[in-house]
């Protein structure tokens, strides 16, 4: 091997370990978002997890939607009044939060 294989290889890692480090913010972001969004629909408990995790699962099987959408779609749906501008800013405020502990958690 040259040194060149070994720096492309560690590029190739490093890619990786973004890409994952970069998909568990996105799920934790999500996750947070489902919890906010279960408190103002009134959710405690086992079923604030249960609307955390459909939330999270929005990203995932609904075709061209996503967490904020589906949680904006509730809000309307119960007669939450909530608008889209404001689950879009706390959804840049949860990004930063998730990825604050995705990063303290990798540091352990």
Not at 31 to 60: P, R
Not at 96 to 101: D, N, S
């Amino acid at each position: 091997m040259t040194i060149f294989d070994d720096r492309e290889k560690a590029f190739e890692a490093k890619y990786r370990m973004d890409q994952e480090t970069q998909f568990k913010i996105n799920v934790r972001r999500d996750k947070l978002l489902g919890l906010w969004a279960a408190e103002k629909l009134g959710l405690e408990g086992d079923a604030a997890k249960a609307y955390a995790l459909s939330v999270v699962d929005a990203e995932f099987t609904e075709p061209d939607h996503d967490a904020s959408h589906k949680v904006v779609r509730d809000f309307a749906a119960q007669g939450v009044a909530v608008d889209e501008k404001t689950v879009q800013r706390e959804l840049q405020l949860l990004h930063e939060v998730a990825r604050e502990q995705i990063v303290a958690e990798y540091r352990k």
